[in-house]
């Protein structure tokens, strides 16, 4: 039972666009939200993160937005660089972090 | 920000035989730290929530005498593999909270993996 689901395995964005990646959970238990971003081989690194008492968290470029009665966050990055393609984790926190399956995201010069 | 490192970060074994993976923060004290295993193409697993000073806590599935966990000190977690086969072979990634400098009790710290190939 995936409880963390990102349902597009990939986005393509070109360069100076908005990409806008999407995220979404089961488990009303979780109470605070992170985006990873992962190139293979190498572990995650941290972008953002978001408290389930707060609707929306910018930091730069990227945006996180929650919205708690849909189960529902965001991920929000602008301009899209062509060094922002990676593979994009949300997660979520109870204990340990369960992630989704992550998103693919390619940007175009 | 806080950094994580694992040793080593690629590993082949034969199977049968043991592995161990070290985790270790550099920079911060980590009473908790994380084990994830990523097959390929999918997302993290958590497998265990190793706590300094006492046992480790699996999550479902996860059996505790294969991947044994021990949490020696504030700045180093081991991960071993026992009796390894070749359905073990995955990439295997620690991670640590820093309480200390996190913004949130959800911030944490990974380390750059292990890839461990069981032939």
């Known amino acids: 039972d995936q409880q963390v689901k990102q349902n597009s395995p990939s986005l393509s964005v070109q360069e100076g666009r908005i990409s806008i990646l999407n995220c979404d959970y089961t488990?009303?238990?979780?109470?605070?939200f992170l985006w990873y971003k992962k190139y293979p081989a190498e572990g995650p690194t941290f972008l953002i993160s978001?408290?389930?008492?707060?609707d929306k968290n910018e930091d730069g470029r990227f945006t996180v937005f929650l919205n708690k009665s849909a189960k529902h966050l965001s991920l929000h990055i602008v301009p899209s660089q062509p060094g922002d393609s990676a593979v994009y984790f949300c997660?979520?926190?109870?204990?340990?972090?369960?992630f989704g399956q992550g998103t693919i995201l390619t940007v175009h010069p | 920000g806080a950094v994580v490192s694992q040793h080593p970060s690629r590993v082949i074994c034969k199977s049968g035989t043991s592995v161990k993976i070290e985790c270790r923060s550099l920079?911060?004290?980590?009473?908790?730290m994380f084990w994830y295993r990523q097959f390929p193409k999918q997302s993290l697993m958590l497998m265990a929530t190793?706590?300094?000073?006492?046992?480790?806590?699996?999550e479902q599935g996860v059996e505790k005498d294969k991947f044994l966990i021990n949490h020696a000190s504030l700045t180093l977690s081991t991960l071993t593999v026992t009796s390894a086969h070749p359905e073990d072979s995955s990439f295997y990634i620690c991670?640590?909270?820093?309480?200390?400098?996190?913004?949130?009790?959800?911030?944490?710290?990974f380390g750059p993996g292990t890839r461990l190939t069981v032939t």
């Open positions: 991670s640590a909270r820093d309480f200390g400098r996190s913004s949130g009790r959800g911030e944490q710290y």
């Open positions: 978001i408290s389930s008492i707060k």
């Open positions: 920079d911060f004290q980590a009473t908790t």
């Open positions: 488990n009303s238990m979780f109470d605070y």
């Open positions: 997660a979520a926190s109870e204990v340990g972090l369960t």
């Open positions: 190793s706590n300094e000073g006492s046992k480790a806590t699996y």
